[in-house]
Structures are given as C-alpha cells and as structure tokens.
C-alpha cells in the first residue's frame, strides 16, 4: 500500500475530532492528498481510570459506544478495504454529532446500533457488521494502532492525532478546533499547523480553556453561527480530577 500523505487517528465519539477529520477532508480535496484513517480507543486510553470518580456522568458509556465502533470499521477496513473507513467515518460522525440534541444517546439501550445499522446502509455497507459491535477479539487490534499512535507522540494526549508525511514526517496530537474553518482559511490553517509542527524542537504550545464544540448535536446553534460557550479542559480532557 503506498505511504500516505497524512495518517489521522480518530475515535469515532469525539467531537474535537469530529471537527478536525471535517477540516483535514476540506484540505485533502483542495490539495489532493492522501489520508489514512486509523483508530485510537479514548476507552482503552481510559482504561485504568475509576469513570465515576474522574468523569462527568455519561462518559463511560460514550467512550465505550466509541470502542464498539471502533471494532466495527476494523471489520469493515479488513472486509472492505480503507476505503469503506474513510465512509464511514463521516457517516457516523454525521449522526451523533450533526443531529439535533438527545437524538443519539449512547446510554439509550440499542442506539448505538440503530445509529451503526443506519450509517453502514447509507453506505452500502452489509448491515449485518453490526454484529461486530461486541467482537472484544478486536480490542488488541484496536488497541495496537491506539499504541501506535501514542508511539509517536507521548501518552499525555488524546484524539485526534495526525502523523504528517509518514514515517519521517512529524506527528501530534490535534489540532483541538471547536469551529470549522471556512474553505479560504482551511488551507491557510493547514500550512500554520504543519508550519509550528515540523520546526525542529517544537514540543507543544496549548491552552486549556475550549470552547463547546459547533455543533447541533451538544446543543450549539451553527445554522445561526452561535459559539459554544468556554470551558475549561484541565489536562486536556474532561476529567473531574487528574
């Protein structure tokens, strides 16, 4: 398989890298390049952590519907070739985040497959790689290319991470947007981004306050261009206490 110009390490409940794969596609279309689409688990990176005590209510069960997607686009990459991946993913990240608030809740028993069987048929996927939710066979994959991805940048990071021109070329965890740039800005942001990430010596430049993803799904207006309002992410994540 030729390299590709960008590896982008996604799971498939995050909302910040929801935003960015929306950005990396706008700039793969402008610039042609090749991207690879690989998993990192938010719950296997978790996993040693007590949810009650370092989470707000209803993570476990986000990061847990992530981790059963996950295993689902493993079955579709092996079954169907990367291709299929990088359908899906959009597919997916179309109905939890795109969709108006409490349609998808990851708590509701069946969601995550009826939003699964609904995204593998709007893209002529077999609906029954639905079964896959629950294959654990596929953590240690998962968990591989999860560990593939923190080789690269430190385990002190969370998703997405992107490895630019691999195997030599830089790789990092973010950028954390809450917005989308327009498609003017999306190539002058790109250029900024590998700019900072490839000088020799850069290690990290990062703030902790966030602004609430736009997006419908948590409640943010974007048809009326509404920010989301701060809040602050202290060790860049949700967590109540480190």
């Known amino acids: 398989m030729p390299t590709p110009d960008v590896r982008f390490w996604f799971d498939p409940v995050c909302p910040f890298a929801w935003l960015t794969s929306q950005w990396v596609r706008t700039v793969q279309a402008q610039r042609n390049y090749d991207v690879e689409w690989r998993f990192i688990s938010l719950r296997l990176l978790n996993a040693h952590l007590d949810y009650d005590a370092h989470f707000p209510p209803g993570y476990e069960a986000g990061h847990t519907a992530g981790l059963r997607m996950l295993r689902v ?8 070739g990367p291709e299929a991946v990088a359908r899906l993913y959009p597919a997916i990240g179309a109905r939890v985040f795109d969709s108006a608030p409490g349609s998808y809740d990851a ?9 699964v069987r609904a995204a593998l048929d709007d893209c002529g996927l077999p ?5 896959h939710l629950d294959d654990i066979a596929r953590d240690a994959q998962v968990q591989a290319e999860t ?6 940048t430190g385990k002190d990071v969370g998703t997405p991470i992107l490895h630019i021109a691999p195997p030599e070329g830089a790789a990092f965890f973010g950028p954390v947007i809450s917005r989308l740039p327009s498609d003017d800005d999306a190539g ?6 590998v700019g900072l990430a ?7 430049l990062k703030r902790s306050l966030r602004e ?13 261009g509404e920010v989301g309002p701060q809040e602050d992410w ?4 949700r967590r109540q206490k480190k």
């Open 73 to 80: 686009l493993a079955h579709v990459r092996d079954d169907h």
């Open 107 to 115: 708590t509701r028993p069946g969601a995550v497959d009826d939003l």
């Open 127 to 131: 609906g029954d790689l639905v079964a």
């Open 147 to 152: 560990d593939e991805a923190l080789a690269l």
């Open 188 to 193: 002058r942001l790109w250029d900024h981004v």
């Open 198 to 204: 490839t000088f020799p010596g850069f290690a990290e």
């Open 212 to 224: 609430l993803p736009q997006l419908r799904a948590l409640g943010v207006d974007v048809d009326a």
């Open 234 to 237: 202290h060790a860049g994540s």
